[in-house]
């Protein structure tokens, strides 16, 4: 059988590949390639997938990325983003229910493109671009054991700043600001005083100020019982990939978080994936969880039966998009992802979709057997 991933990578080095513009593409809905092709940054880029890969090989000897395992997850965990990354175990959490594929789902293989993720700046220099945009003048403090840099506003409340503005060196580059006093006020959504044009415009100025480019036509605004929020997500060959910025207004009309991320994005290439059925597979396996588009978990089904002690769900709804993953050393990787998903049940999870052997998967733990009656409330 034709290893469809070797190659490509044969034709890459046996061509000249021209240099990719430098152009990041953080902002932009990048077009589409064309299936069956493989694009690299540079000669080089080429030249090293080729040696990891092996040429005359129908298997890589070495995969392009290779997952934290369990004893790296916390500091991963840390490194790989302040919003909260999931590490690749947490996708054993979802073994509580019996997943299958609906005969509806196609069996044809599919491919998609893999993106390094690197961080623009430092951790002291994208504390600083962000507090330049919000305005915050504070104290810079630096912990090198986790590659963070934060800076905390002058006013005092119990010894302790009311404003605080956090960045990471790895991971995302991703960075939060925190007004202690202003958050948690909340008030009737409708009566925050801020309009969605108003909240869009300011969303927009202050994400293109920390690096972010985007207009308000990209801001989708939500409000709920604690205030409103203005979000924007990085858009990659014209699907979401995971990685959001986001501002969000108290009750009172007052800015009291904002989060985001400073990026950039190498291409690895194009490379074959599982089919949207067999991906299916993958829920209840370890190592394979992906964080893909919250658009997708917004699907809560028509109705859930938790009285089951392993509830039966059929999956079928699979979207191929892309998701985000953390490495061992806590570098992220935007991959092709399937987004799961049942009529009834709702979101299921995202999954890494790319075929066995370009990313190096992680045994999985003991997990002790978990009582079923508590895992289902």
Do not use: C
Not at 182 to 200: L, Y
Not at 345 to 372: H, K, Q, R, W, Y
């Amino acid at each position: 059988m034709e290893d469809k991933n070797l190659s490509r990578l044969n034709k890459a080095t046996k061509v000249e590949v021209p240099e990719l513009n430098e152009d990041i593409i953080t902002n932009a809905t990048a077009k589409k390639t064309k299936p069956n092709l493989v694009r690299f940054t540079s000669v080089a880029a080429a030249a090293a997938l080729a040696l990891t890969f092996g040429i005359g090989q129908l298997t890589p000897k070495q995969p392009l990325i290779q997952l934290a395992d369990q004893a790296q997850g916390a500091k991963s965990t840390v490194q790989g983003g302040l919003e909260g990354n999931k590490m690749a175990g947490d996708s054993y959490m979802m073994a509580i229910f019996d997943y299958s594929a609906a005969e509806n789902l196609s069996k044809e293989m599919q491919n998609g493109h893999i993106y390094q993720i690197e961080v623009v700046g430092t951790a002291s220099s994208i504390v600083r671009q962000v507090a330049a945009a919000i305005g915050l003048d504070g104290k810079e403090t630096y912990e090198a054991e986790w590659d963070t840099a934060t800076i905390s506003g002058s006013e005092l409340r119990d010894g302790y700043a009311i404003e605080t503005l956090t960045a990471q060196g790895g991971g995302t580059g991703s960075w939060y600001y925190w007004n202690a006093i202003e958050a948690g006020i909340n008030n009737d959504p409708a009566g925050v005083p801020v309009t969605d044009a108003e909240a869009k415009a300011a969303a927009a100025k202050l994400f293109t100020a920390t690096g972010f480019e985007v207009s308000p036509a990209d801001i989708v605004v939500s409000r709920d019982d604690y205030g409103l929020s203005a979000n924007a997500e990085l858009k990659v060959n014209g699907m979401g990939s995971g990685l959001t910025w986001s501002m969000h207004w108290n009750g009172n009309g007052t800015v009291d978080s904002i989060y985001g991320n400073s990026v950039k994005l190498v291409d690895q290439g194009e490379f074959d994936t599982v089919s949207a059925s067999e991906s299916v597979s993958r829920i209840n396996k370890f190592g394979y969880w992906a964080s893909v588009s919250t658009t997708f978990s917004s699907n809560t089904g028509t109705g859930r039966d938790y009285n089951e002690p392993q509830p039966k769900v059929e999956i079928d709804v699979a979207t191929l998009t892309n998701g985000v993953i953390y490495d061992a050393k806590g570098n992220a990787w935007i991959v092709p992802a399937f987004a799961l998903s049942s009529k009834t049940n709702g979101f299921a999870g995202g999954v890494i979709a790319l075929v066995d052997g370009i990313i190096e998967i992680p045994e999985a733990p003991e997990v002790m057997p978990m009582d079923t009656e508590v895992s289902n409330r």
